[in-house]
């Protein structure tokens, strides 16, 4: 098999391409040609030495999503498994307490126990089975089973053109409640606003084109009229935007913040006091300590809901494996909309 590897920290140069013997599914387990894998900031992050958490130390396989078809079975397996289309369960990559807390999907062919190879709807294709978790579940697990929300909520969604953010609009809106995009430049609010099926209710232009930012909390209150911003769901979180989402919130609003793309930076609580609002962190490996069999049905749900046709993936852009170098510059220059996908 290939892998690509992470030899040291640094720009996509430190990544390489090597070969590997295949991997031999043990009794119990399954083996995995992986026809999709997720690119995702974690792995961008993880390579710069800036998540050490999911990497540990160099050399390190990258990657925490990844799908494709069944093609070897271990003893006590079914053989009817074989030929499958599945999808990687959100927890198979991680290993807590091991050097390397991630076994990267980053790979052709993965190892993992046959209860970790979920099987995928049949709508979903090929190249989309390893994108789901980092998207669709990220945003499912803060917005439906952390925050509750419901019919009527307001919900603004920063980095809007993000696989993320595109997966919040629709988790959102399956809930019935009202999506407002934020994102940086008219260009990309154009491009959001022309997506069809329509992910967000609204759009909001954030900067404007010499990189300052515009006041754009009072748009959100005259869009919401008055009222504000019931939810924020963030990985902006720097000091002037996240004033902004502070002024655009409604009483008892709650900003969750999921990732830190933007600059520490002073921000003034006050008004946060007076409305008696919050701000909560979340990341996906919270729903992940939950109990297996809970923690099971909630990407079932997730699954059955793209079964359903309500969530989908969009896909920016394709790569091969051999490609992996442009694919993470392509993720950094963050021009796209949606997600990005290395094709083993």
């Excluded at 049949?122 to 669709?136: C, E, I, K, M, R």
């Excluded at 999506?179 to 154009?190: S, V």
């Excluded at 979180?237 to 902004?244: F, I, Q, R, V, W």
């Excluded at 793209?306 to 950094?332: C, D, K, N, S, W």
Aim: glycine letters at 10%; charged letters at 25%.
């Amino acid at each position: 098999m290939r892998v690509v590897v992470v030899e040291r920290f640094g720009p996509p140069e430190v990544m390489t391409l090597r070969e590997m013997p295949d991997p031999q599914p043990r009794a119990g387990e399954v083996r995995v040609r992986l026809t999709s894998i997720g690119v995702n900031h974690a792995d961008l992050m993880a390579r710069r030495g800036e998540y050490r958490l999911y990497s540990g130390e160099p050399p390190f396989i990258p990657g925490l999503e990844g799908g494709g078809i069944i093609d070897a079975v271990g003893d006590g397996v079914s053989a009817e498994r074989l030929g499958q289309r599945v999808i990687l369960s959100a927890e198979a990559p991680r290993r807590p307490g091991a050097p390397n807390p991630v076994e990267g999907t980053y790979r052709t062919h993965y190892v993992v126990p046959a209860e970790q190879a979920l099987l995928a709807p049949d709508n979903l294709p090929d190249d989309a089975l390893g994108t789901v978790w980092l998207s669709h579940l990220t945003a499912w697990g803060c917005l439906v089973w952390k925050q509750g929300i419901k019919e009527g909520d307001v919900v603004a969604i920063p980095a809007a053109t993000s696989s993320v953010g595109l997966a919040a609009a629709q988790v959102a809106r399956a809930c019935g409640a009202v999506a407002i995009g934020l994102t940086r430049t008219e260009r990309k609010a154009e491009e959001l606003k022309a997506l069809q099926p329509l992910e967000f209710d609204h759009v909001v232009v954030t900067h404007n084109p010499d990189g300052s930012m515009r006041p754009w909390a009072r748009e959100l209150k005259r869009l919401t009229d008055g009222r504000g911003v019931d939810v924020f769901f963030d990985p902006v979180a720097n000091g002037p935007y996240l004033d902004s989402e502070i002024q655009a919130l409604a009483q008892r609003g709650t900003i969750w913040i999921y990732g830190l793309l933007g600059k520490p930076g002073v921000v003034d609580l006050t008004p946060l006091i007076r409305k008696q609002a919050s701000i909560r962190g979340w990341v996906l490996g919270e729903l992940l300590t939950a109990d297996p069999a809970e923690r099971l049905e909630m990407q079932r749900e997730v699954l059955r809901q793209f079964e359903a046709g309500v969530y989908r993936q969009r896909i920016a852009a394709r790569f091969a494996l051999e490609e992996v170098r442009q694919a993470h510059e392509t993720m950094e220059r963050a021009e796209h909309i949606g997600k990005i996908v290395l094709i083993p």
